[in-house]
């Protein structure tokens, strides 16, 4: 028996290429943030060991790759911030300032 959730494309987001509509939805589901009960853990395809934190739309799973930038973004969240990019613009959300890898 598939899972319900089976049917939906799977997509590993970074930092990097996280958008405004992920950003919002990672907020509106996670309001007060995420924690460990929260992370999931599995590996991707090069074998490596990946942490995400995942949101759904209609169609597509994401999981969003777990760091600190991530948490502080979140923390700061104002969609005032983004209602001059699209949606899906990846380079709209950008690493808190004064914050070094």
């Known amino acids: 028996m598939k899972p319900k959730d089976a049917h939906l494309k799977r997509v590993i987001v970074d930092f990097k ?3 405004p509509e992920i950003l919002a939805l990672l907020v509106e589901k996670y309001p007060h ?3 460990d009960d929260h992370v999931i ?3 991707n395809a ?3 060991l990946v942490e995400a934190v995942e ?3 209609e169609d597509t799973k994401y999981l969003v790759k777990v760091s600190t930038k991530l948490s502080v973004t ?3 969240y104002d969609e005032d911030d ?3 990019f699209e949606d899906d613009d ?3 959300v950008q690493p808190p300032e004064d914050f070094e890898d």
């Open 17 to 19: 290429k996280l958008t």
């Open 46 to 48: 090069k074998n490596e």
């Open 90 to 92: 990846a380079e709209a």
């Open 41 to 43: 853990s599995f590996r």
């Open 33 to 35: 943030g995420y924690d």
């Open 55 to 57: 949101v759904t739309t």
């Open 74 to 76: 979140m923390a700061n």
């Open 82 to 84: 983004y209602e001059d």
